[in-house]
């Protein structure tokens, strides 16, 4: 059982930076899954990063590619979103989410898949 906790939601101005901050505690989160991911008032929430276990390699939604960065830190057992040049349209909660299963042949992409383990989420705010 893995338990997250979501830190570091502010209100920020346009074109501003953010780090947003997950920590894990109950497991490891060194072989696991992790996303981050957003939900904005009236939208479904989608996958802005992740950090997929199969491939050792860490993905981006195509509007965020070059201004957010996902980052972990395992000895601390936590998992960062830095966030640059925001945008309006990044307002939304963010939650992190981890998951331990391992995919072999069809491997879902780690945007879109089910995750086990969510975070209660941190509000980002972009506004001047």
């Known amino acids: 059982q893995v338990q997250l906790v979501e830190s570091g939601g502010d209100l920020v101005q346009p074109g501003g930076s953010l780090r947003i901050s997950c920590a894990a505690s109950?497991?490891?989160?060194?072989?696991?899954?992790i996303g981050w991911f957003r939900q904005a008032p009236g939208k479904e929430r989608e996958g802005v990063a992740c950090?997929?276990?199969?491939?050792?390699?860490?993905y981006y939604e195509d509007s965020v590619k070059g201004r957010f960065t996902l980052s972990r830190d395992n000895a601390k057992n936590m998992v960062f979103l830095q966030m640059s040049s925001l945008e309006s349209e990044d307002t939304a909660v963010y939650s992190c989410?981890?998951?331990?299963?391992?995919?072999?042949?069809?491997?879902?992409?780690?945007?879109?898949?089910?995750?086990?383990?969510w975070g209660q989420g941190t509000q980002v705010t972009v506004s001047s």
């Open positions: 109950g497991e490891s989160l060194e072989d696991y899954t």
């Open positions: 989410a981890a998951d331990d299963r391992f995919y072999i042949g069809q491997i879902p992409p780690c945007l879109q898949r089910d995750y086990k383990y």
């Open positions: 950090f997929m276990r199969e491939d050792r390699s860490t």
